[in-house]
């Protein structure tokens, strides 16, 4: 037998108990009642009792119950605040408090893990052209000047940085150790990357209503699917959590480390990507361990994700050094579900994450601040043509870009070359970007670097090569190499985000939309071209990830220009506009579509919904489905086990999870069972019983009865068969439900069962 672990969302169904008949009965046994205890919270076995019914932890990638959750939140609230004496006046302060340790809890050890990965990258990266003698584990910034990570100082180091050695002072010796230290970082992050490996099981409604197809000594006639959970962004994987699904692993400290120590290789390569992505997904992770430590979030579904909401905030915040910024993109691009509570919480966690990264100081300045710019100078009316240009170019870079590289995942991925070996294709596009961009010495930096270049100004004394370049004459190679620069990007980009790596798309857009905006900067010279490359960095992000006010705070936290909001927001929306109407989903849209997630957006599903005209009847599932989930419950409340066991596996042939049987007498819906309560009842509770046995299901139970009855939610929410589409969209998406039955008009009978993810795929064929 398994040994006894914690519940959590991606615990497995109740392990074997003693050899009793009835859960009420097993309570009684030490044994059993410890393992019960152990595994379904005392909230649940409260409701057992009630028409809402007792549920087991969620199974792995299933819909959570909001509606269930925050029922069972309110008895676990009750039973607290019920305590009487200085016991209970600590557990009900302890209650009120836990969102605000857990928060700042998340805050603090998001930014330790952030100062580990920046300072280490930041070292990796510049082993490419390089080492420290006295400090072999130094950056080349810190090697030449006194800024160093927790305030510590260095002397006796000249500004020639004499203590920094280049491996070779030969253009193509260089050329060659780059491109070689690049190719083994590559391999290094994707190998990284393949140890989460993880197959999940078929999230695709439209398959589960078709006949199964036979598979020979398997359980269900499903296929599922493989997924590395350390690679990319993990944003998509995140949004569909924190929209009420299940992915199993995700969030565990393995795949924390391993996408901290792939994110450091993966930008050392300097492939065109970021570790701003990843550092949300580590966040979360964070969030997610912490959470586990408190019961109020360990054993309630809708709990976790406020907690979860609450933690990306600080992957921003630790990534930018933009704590506000952290909390908008949260509550504008990530979360699903954000009441005023998260918001608080989540503000608490991003304060946390930035006041700690700062005493930390990974970079060496002291500041948090990451691109501190001073120009000196305004801008004037006429230069909102320039603004309103640049927001046209980044909605025609990021409509390009989501169009190519969803291309580019549904063609040149499904070869089986790079489908079966996800470490080529990495060692091909790593081998790709260091021949592209070693010749152009402005793409040769790390992509943090590339913006900071970029945005520097010119008008006062400064030695940077970009201000040496415009001091010029003859500026025509230069504006080559920034022509050359954009172009790359883009192309890179493309082929770069959505391999096997941990890897964001923040700061390669950003790159991309500095080039373009300094590259126009060349031809307007009343003002510094790196204004115009701080807007054209924003207006090219917001191309691509159709983020907005969430985009502009963080631009002027990043850059701590407050006097240049109006043009990004001029840029931020324009870009916006042009982009949505290229393409209507932004990259993390389209890598949710990728990667095959069920994921409902209230907004755009009402949006796509309007235009049909279509009721609920377009959903109800055929005859014979509804015929193998449909129980007739006699009146005596009783049902043969053989009659279960057919149903059970059947339900298993669908393979969707989710499902579950609809009880019904005369007609008349009468209650839900799910498919893992079921499960556990029937092969758990009752592996005793031969298959003659009736089990009681409704009512009362007696003595000797195998009793489901606690199981069963008498409480399902109905809706007419006749009533409009939106109707539905709303309970789904403002409710938080797993399924809906579906009654006749005018009788009120019982005609069918909609499950959550039955309405995400039929929303996904109205897209296509």
């Known amino acids: 037998m398994p040994d006894v672990e914690h519940a959590t969302e991606r615990s497995h169904l109740l392990p074997h108990l003693a050899h009793d008949r009835r859960l009420s009965a097993v309570q009684h046994e030490a044994d059993a009642g410890s393992i019960l205890s152990t595994h379904v919270s005392k909230e649940e076995q409260l409701l057992a009792n009630t028409s809402v019914g007792e549920r087991l932890p969620y199974n792995d990638y299933t819909t959570i119950d909001w509606l269930h959750d925050l029922v069972k939140d309110s008895y676990r609230s009750r039973v607290i605040h019920a305590q009487l004496g200085i016991r209970g006046a600590l557990g009900s302060a302890f209650e009120s408090g836990q969102g605000w340790i857990a928060s700042a809890l998340i805050g603090i050890l998001t930014a330790c893990v952030a100062f580990c990965v920046d ?176 019961p109020k979030y360990n054993e309630n579904g809708r709990k976790m994700r406020e907690l979860l909401s609450a933690g990306c905030s600080a992957g921003l915040s630790v990534a930018f050094g933009a704590p506000i910024g952290g909390v908008l993109f949260s509550y504008e691009e990530i979360s699903t579900y954000f009441p005023r509570k998260v918001l608080w919480r989540a503000f608490l966690c991003s304060l946390f994450a930035a006041m700690v990264l700062k005493a930390l100081n990974p970079t060496g300045t002291g500041k948090l601040v990451l691109f501190e710019t001073n120009y000196g100078s305004s801008y004037s009316p006429i230069h909102y043509l320039v603004f309103i240009l640049l927001g046209v170019a980044g909605g025609l870079f990021g409509g390009v870009f989501c169009k190519a590289n969803f291309w580019w995942s549904k063609t040149f991925r499904k070869y089986a070359i790079i489908s079966r070996y996800p470490v080529f294709e990495v060692f091909l596009v790593v081998l790709a970007t260091g021949l592209l961009q070693y010749p152009n010495p402005m793409t040769r930096e790390p992509g943090d670097t590339i913006i900071k270049n970029l945005l520097v100004d010119c008008r006062g004394k400064s030695d940077a090569w970009v201000c040496q370049q415009e001091a010029k004459d003859d500026r025509s190679k230069y504006v080559g190499w920034l022509v050359y620069g954009t172009l790359v990007k883009l192309i890179l980009t493309i082929i770069t985000f959505g391999c096997k790596v941990p890897s964001g798309i923040i700061i390669p857009a950003l790159d991309a939309g500095a080039f373009f905006g300094r590259l126009v900067g060349q031809w307007i010279t009343t003002i510094s071209p790196g204004i115009f490359a701080m807007v054209g960095a924003a207006a090219f992000l917001a191309g691509v990830s159709r983020m907005t006010i969430s985009l502009c705070v963080i631009m002027f936290e990043l850059t701590g220009e407050l006097e240049y909001i109006v043009p990004h927001m001029i840029a931020i929306l324009v870009a916006k506009w042009v982009a949505d109407a290229l393409e209507k989903d932004g990259v993390y849209d389209l890598a949710q579509a990728v990667l095959g997630h069920p994921f409902l957006d209230a907004d755009h599903a009402m949006h796509l919904v309007q235009g049909e005209q279509e009721l609920v009847q377009r959903l109800i599932p055929p005859k014979q489905t509804m015929q193998d989930i449909t129980v007739n419950v006699p009146k005596d409340n009783k049902i043969s086990k053989r009659v279960l066991d057919d149903k059970l596996e059947k339900l298993k042939e669908r393979g969707l999870m989710d499902a579950g049987l609809v009880l019904v007498q005369d007609g008349m819906l009468q209650g839900y069972l799910a498919e893992g309560e079921l499960d556990f009842g029937l092969n758990t509770l009752g592996m005793h019983w031969d298959s003659s046995s009736r089990i009681r299901l409704l009512g009362e139970a007696e003595e000797g009865d195998l009793d489901l009855s606690m199981f069963v939610d008498r409480t399902p929410l109905t809706i007419c068969a006749k009533a409009p589409m939106e109707y539905l969209v709303e309970m789904f998406g403002k409710l938080g439900l797993r399924y809906v039955c579906v009654v006749e008009e005018g009788s009120g009978k019982l005609v069918g069962v909609i499950i959550k993810k039955r309405l995400v795929v039929w929303l996904e064929s109205l897209k296509h």
């Not at 006295?134 to 030449?144: A, G, H, K």
């Not at 994987?237 to 792939?262: C, M, Q, R, Y």
């Open 119 to 294: 300072v280490a990258e930041a070292t990796v990266s510049d082993w490419k052209i390089g080492y420290c003698s006295t400090n072999i584990f130094s950056n080349r910034e810190s090697c030449c000047t006194n800024r160093h990570p927790l305030g510590t100082t260095k002397t006796n180091l000249g500004e020639d940085c004499s203590a920094w050695h280049m491996w070779t002072n030969d253009y193509w010796e260089a050329f060659g150790i780059f491109v070689g230290f690049a190719l083994a970082f590559g391999v290094i992050s994707s190998s990284f990357t393949m140890l989460t490996k993880s197959t999940l099981p078929s999230a695709a409604p439209g398959h589960g209503d078709k006949p199964p197809r036979s598979i020979k000594g398997g359980d269900q006639g499903v296929v599922g699917k493989s997924m590395y959970l350390a690679a990319g962004s993990g944003i998509p994987e995140i949004k569909t959590i924190l929209s009420g699904f299940v992915i199993p692993h995700f969030l565990d400290l393995k795949v924390l480390i391993i996408k901290a120590i792939g994110a450091v290789f993966a930008v050392a390569t300097g492939m065109c990507l970021g570790k701003e992505g990843p550092f949300v997904h580590i966040a979360t992770c964070v969030a997610y361990l912490v959470g586990m430590l408190f």
